[in-house]
């Protein structure tokens, strides 16, 4: 048996919608039972009222507890989840972009973002009393960026579940060339890897040069198939979302010259079952163009969920999987 059409796969994914609740982007850490953490977020609290009683009083004062709150925010893993940092939001501050900045500047930043601290929240906060549940829910809330490497682990799960084996990670290119089944991560640790990869089989890759140098998040050698493969969770439509959308479908509408070579799009999540009932001209616009890509490349695929698992046990009764490529 040999792999079907790609709109078959969209259809079988169409047909197979997503669940609400996937167990591949379920994230329950506890960080309120690590004694130490916790140490240093009550030291924080503690700082930062002492910081607003003595701001108007003792300016010298107030610039050493300065300097223990900043080395208590620089190196302590996790205090972005914290009341005064989630405070940042209001002035459009991450922490990522803060930890960028150099120390002076830092400070600088520091001070005002302090200054408004205490004039709008720590009275309101003290009188109604801190909590270390709210370290934990600010944790939860962040969970989602997680998702990515929980993508991947979940399509290499699939390919594992479908094969009977766990699918070999190749650290290098002739593993590429000589494994039956490997893989490596792109867009995580195998950068150069890839570019030797696509050197190697003549693989041009275009989408990369006209996305910013974006690379895909996994390479996946299937028997004599390579498969390139873009993968995005997603829930609902809204501008990021709608951005990652437009990347995906953009994604297939390259090809390469190779038989053997496919760009697939991977898409888990609520907002893939948008597209089964349509709602809106964007979604329809959309659903169409993923059409319009596939059948004008034909050795590409989109898919959920579903549409990857039956790509994948067709691929396996196939009798083209061979050792070497």
Not at 87 to 112: G, T
Not at 144 to 156: D, N, Q
Not at 294 to 323: C, E, H, M, Q, Y
């Amino acid at each position: 048996m040999e792999i079907k059409d790609n709109i078959h796969y969209w259809r079988f994914s169409l047909e197979n919608p997503e669940p609400l609740i996937d167990e591949y982007y379920y994230f329950d850490e506890i960080i309120v039972n690590d004694n130490q953490f916790i140490d240093k977020v009550e030291k924080l609290r503690e700082l930062i009222i002492t910081y607003c009683s003595m701001i108007n009083i003792d300016i010298d004062a107030s610039l050493k507890v300065l300097e223990r709150i900043h080395e208590i925010i620089n190196s302590t893993e996790k205090i972005q989840y914290t009341e005064f940092i989630a405070f940042w939001k209001v002035f459009d501050l991450s922490y990522s972009k803060y930890k960028e900045a150099p120390k002076i500047k830092q400070f600088e930043v520091l001070a005002n973002l302090l200054k408004k601290y205490c004039e709008s929240r720590i009275t309101l906060y003290r009188k109604l009393g801190f909590t270390n549940t709210t370290v934990q829910a600010l944790y939860d809330a962040g969970a989602s960026r997680k998702k990515s490497i929980s993508g991947i682990r979940k399509i290499l799960d699939i390919v594992s579940g479908i094969f009977g084996y766990d699918i070999p990670y190749a650290d290098n290119i002739e593993k590429v060339k000589n494994y039956k089944m490997t893989y490596f991560l792109p867009d995580q640790k195998d950068k150069n890897m890839f570019y030797n990869f696509c050197r190697f089989y003549n693989i041009e890759y275009k989408f990369g040069n006209e996305h910013q140098g974006k690379l895909p998040d996994i390479v996946l050698r299937i028997g004599n198939h390579l498969f390139i493969i873009e993968a995005k969770h997603l829930k609902e439509p809204g501008g990021a979302q709608d951005k990652q959308i437009s990347e995906l479908i953009d994604f297939i509408k390259y090809s390469e010259k190779q038989e053997h070579v496919h760009y697939v799009a991977f898409l888990d999540g609520p907002y893939f079952n948008y597209f089964i009932n349509i709602r809106g001209s964007k979604i329809k616009k959309q659903r169409d163009a993923i059409e319009q890509n596939l059948k004008r490349n034909p050795r590409n695929f989109f898919v959920n969920t579903a549409g990857l698992k039956i790509l994948l046990k067709d691929l396996k009764n196939s009798s083209i999987i061979t050792s070497r490529l």
